[in-house]
């Protein structure tokens, strides 16, 4: 039986990966501080194969059971959390990312870094395939994630070519689903909480922006299907459906049945106009594709709230 580390994986992506890790007979060990995850993610997974260690990424990690493959999610992932955590950021993704690697070294075990389309910065190509490098922002304000993943992909890379670990990198686009949090600020959580409470949906600008929005499980089954290859290369996963947000925030409303009103806000800075995946490659290399409709991923996310009022 495999085994395989998910660092960060008491988060919402990460707690979503161990389940789906453990569905399919691997063993996991799920390694987080807890800064943005929380214990009640992974509470329902206890059991033999799964073992939980309460550690901070960025200091020395040493483990003494084999590795087959090491899965590193660990980063503050959402702008309310790496505006607040500006230098932990940077360190788990340059400290941290070296600790994950150097992990993945010693037990000879496939690495895939959970990378990220902000990566692209403002998409001056659009969609964005893999062969786009990117405009980023570096002192701007969310230069510290951006900067953060495109270290962690040059570090991924060199460990690859100068060390000959087995590595992937996966760069993630929007995704949504069960166990986001409420107050994380991403749009679909604040969407969610603001329509279950009759409140006023807040979109940012004029709400003409777009963004692609992928369901949870599509997501874990792309990065499952590239750990299990053997690519080295960048690959985008992501919902290539591209919706304004102002599309979005409708979406919402029908599928919650409010009676909540759409109001505006002043855009945050930085913020990208368009995103939209190139997935082509993910299509031909894993045979990947979004099944999960954007309706039917908000039905899916609105059901597992009301499973879990705590988590609403
Ligand atoms: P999340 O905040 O829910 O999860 C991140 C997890 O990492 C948390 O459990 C947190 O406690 C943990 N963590 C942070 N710093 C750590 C450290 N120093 N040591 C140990 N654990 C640490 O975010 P998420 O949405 O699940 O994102 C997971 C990964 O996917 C991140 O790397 C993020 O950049 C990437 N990603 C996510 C999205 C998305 O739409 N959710 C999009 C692009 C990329």
Redesign the pocket.
């Known amino acids: 039986m495999p085994t395989s580390l998910v ?8 707690s979503h990966l161990c389940e789906a890790l453990l569905e399919k007979g691997q063993r996991v060990i799920c ?8 214990l009640a ?1 992974i509470e329902h997974l206890r059991s033999e194969a799964f073992a939980f260690l309460p ?4 200091v020395h990690v040493d483990l003494a059971e084999q590795l087959d493959f090491v899965y ?7 702008p309310i ?1 790496y505006l607040r955590l500006p230098l ?1 950021t940077l ?2 993704g340059s400290h ?1 990312t070296h600790n994950a690697l150097g992990l993945a070294k010693v037990h000879r075990a496939r690495f895939l870094l ?5 990566v692209y910065g403002d998409p001056q190509v659009h969609p964005q395939p893999e062969t786009y490098w990117g405009h980023v922002n570096p002192i701007g304000p969310r230069g510290v ?1 951006d900067e953060a ?1 495109r270290y962690a992909e040059a570090l991924t890379m060199a460990y690859h070519r100068q060390q000959g670990v087995d590595t992937a990198i996966v760069r ?5 689903g069960g166990r ?2 409420p107050h ?1 600020g ?1 749009a679909i959580p604040t969407f969610m909480r603001q329509a279950l409470e009759q409140k006023s949906l807040t979109v940012f600008g004029d709400g003409s922006q777009t963004r692609s929005f992928c369901y949870v499980d599509d997501l874990i089954r792309g990065l499952i299907l590239l750990a299990e290859s053997g690519e080295h290369m960048p690959v985008n996963i992501g919902n290539p459906d591209e919706k304004t947000l102002l599309e979005l925030a409708e979406t919402v409303i029908a599928v919650t049945a409010t009676s909540s009103q759409i109001v505006f806000e002043a855009l945050p800075v930085d913020d990208p106009q368009v995103r939209q995946p190139d997935i082509t490659r993910a299509r031909q290399l894993l045979g990947w594709e979004p099944e999960v409709s954007l309706e039917d991923g908000l039905r899916r996310t609105l059901a597992s709230l009301a499973g879990d009022p705590a988590r609403a």
């Open positions: 660092t960060g994986g008491a988060g919402f992506l990460g390694l987080d501080n807890l800064e943005t995850g929380s993610n550690r901070d990424l960025t590193h999610l660990a980063s503050p992932a959402s959390d932990q360190k788990v941290g959970a990378s990220t389309s902000e994630y993943k993630i686009f929007n995704t949504f986001m949090r994380d991403r």
